[in-house]
């Protein structure tokens, strides 16, 4: 049984085991991005990469919102984590989007809101051994909160180049901390049918000129967090946006599901209440 | 860089900026790190306490001075010490470029850590502390494209949460004091507004007849 906390009574593994096949599925966070899942499958990682200002974190409140709206208003009504690594988390932010898509006047909407905020758990970190230590923690929040079915991390690469200064000579003690973090987000995903969004930023320029793929996002994409993370991500999303911002508000990004080997385009806009799909 | 004038504050009249120049203190750097009693008693001047004595200006030139005084700033905050440094509502760095690009370039991994630490160290004051951080950061070309770019690299475009773009501003019946901002990274505000600014009055610049004429 995943759960070590406390659980000896038998008629509670199996009221939590009944608790967890309730856990959404992708499909059913993001119907636009993950029309194709099958939607019987859980606890999948997906990487949100990409250069800064194209829609990473905006994409993160989007799906947020989705999950802590009630059900009358289109939501899922489920929890989520969210793990804030570069103090970048924007609180007003996502109220205005939950704001926006809320119906009702501005006053039945601040109850409502507030019901949204309390379905949301925000941590923050300041290192990778205190995110480690943190999701160690959070294991006995997840077992004991089975609506929680979102785990968003923003962003993994946060330490990136600290740790690479801290672990001296050694690639394996620089990776080490992120490596353990990759394995026990795999276990929480998979144990606990949990949902991961992680995202990652584009910190290294593709050294040669390749245009070919799918997308030049994805051919600027070089790999560089530890092969632990690369292995237990299914889902790589590359955002990017237009160059020339003065014709065009619109960002793409492209899907590449690694277990299908499949790419898909999708095409959005930012707006007041968050992102819109085109 | 932050020459004196008249109007600049409250108190501060031609006679006052001709007064303080003929005591050598010529730019507002130079006033606020001057004595200002006893400037005051030189030149007979009676400002209006307040304004320019709540800047604080620290120098600082290298990562390590730097580090040192957002954190010993940090301390005096988070100890409610009764001072000046409890009030620090705006934190200004001028240039944020002067003391990360010497450490960038090469295969210094050091150098990335030590910038990515200051970012930390911005954000923490901003996020725990509760105070408005500012930077200035210049503009390079890119290598391949040509194309000008923020400095500081990949790493440090995501550091800042807002960035505006500055412009000068050059045309027909426009005076050299106007500069074109350009927002172009926000975490609430759709990018790609932009706003002229007249830097000599601080305020919206006014229009000449022939611009006024293009705009319509």
């Known amino acids: 049984m995943p759960c070590k906390n406390g659980l000896r009574n038998c008629t509670e593994k199996y009221q939590l085991l009944a608790r967890l096949e309730g856990r959404s599925s992708l499909k059913e966070i993001e119907p636009y991005l993950f029309a194709d899942e099958d939607s019987s499958v859980h606890g999948d990682i997906l990487e949100f990469h990409g250069p800064e200002g194209t829609g990473k974190t905006e994409m993160l409140y989007h799906l947020t919102a989705r999950c802590v709206l009630p059900k009358s208003e289109g939501g899922l009504e489920v929890e989520v984590l969210f793990i804030d690594t570069d103090y970048r988390f924007d609180m007003l932010r996502l109220v205005t989007i939950l704001e926006r898509r809320l119906s009702g006047g501005s006053g039945g909407s601040e109850d409502a809101v507030k019901r949204c905020l309390g379905r949301l758990f925000v941590v923050s970190c300041g290192s990778s051994t205190h995110l480690l230590l943190t999701l160690h923690s959070l294991e006995s929040t997840v077992c004991g909160h089975p609506s929680l079915c979102l785990l968003i991390l923003d962003s993994l690469s946060a330490f990136y180049w600290i740790d690479r200064a801290n672990g001296g000579e050694s690639v394996n003690s620089q990776e080490s901390a992120l490596k353990k973090c990759s394995q026990f987000l795999e276990k929480l995903a998979h144990e606990y049918r949990l949902v991961v969004f992680a995202t990652t930023q584009s910190l290294m320029q593709k050294a040669s000129a390749w245009t070919e793929g799918p997308s030049s996002a994805e051919a600027d994409y070089r790999p560089y967090l530890c092969k632990a993370w690369q292995r237990v991500v299914k889902h790589r999303l590359f955002f990017s946006r237009p160059e020339d911002l003065k014709t065009s508000n619109r960002f793409s990004l492209v899907s590449h599901n690694l277990k299908s080997n499949s790419f898909k385009k999708h095409v959005f806009i930012i707006g007041e209440s968050g992102i819109e799909f085109c | ?216």
């Not at chain 2, 009249?13 to 507002?28: A, Y």
Request: hydrophobic content about 40%; glycine content about 10%; aromatic content about 4%.
């Open chain 2, 1 to 216: 860089m932050g020459v004196l004038r008249a109007g600049l504050c409250p108190g501060l009249t031609q006679d006052t900026v001709q007064l303080l120049r003929s005591r050598g203190i010529k730019t507002v750097v130079d006033l606020v790190s001057a004595d200002l009693e006893d400037v005051a008693q030189k030149c007979g001047l009676s400002y209006k306490a307040g304004a320019l004595q709540r800047i604080q200006v620290v120098r600082a030139f290298d990562i390590f001075q730097m580090l040192d005084v957002l954190q010993d700033l940090r301390g005096a905050m988070s100890q409610q010490v009764s001072s000046a440094s409890a009030t620090v509502k705006v934190v200004v760095v001028d240039s944020v470029t002067a003391v990360v690009s010497p450490l960038l370039g090469g295969q210094q991994r050091e150098g990335l850590a030590l910038m990515m630490q200051l970012a930390r160290e911005l954000k923490t004051l901003a996020r725990d502390v509760g105070v408005a951080v500012m930077v200035t950061n210049h503009m390079t070309r890119d290598r391949d494209s040509g194309k000008l770019k923020p400095a500081l690299g990949r790493s440090w475009s995501f550091v800042p949460s807002t960035r505006i773009l500055l412009d000068i501003e050059e045309g027909a019946g426009m005076s050299g004091s106007w500069r074109r901002a350009y927002l172009t990274k926000s975490p609430r505000l759709p990018t790609g507004f932009q706003e002229m600014v007249d830097i000599g009055t601080w305020g919206i610049p006014e229009q000449s007849p022939t611009s006024q004429g293009d705009q319509m």
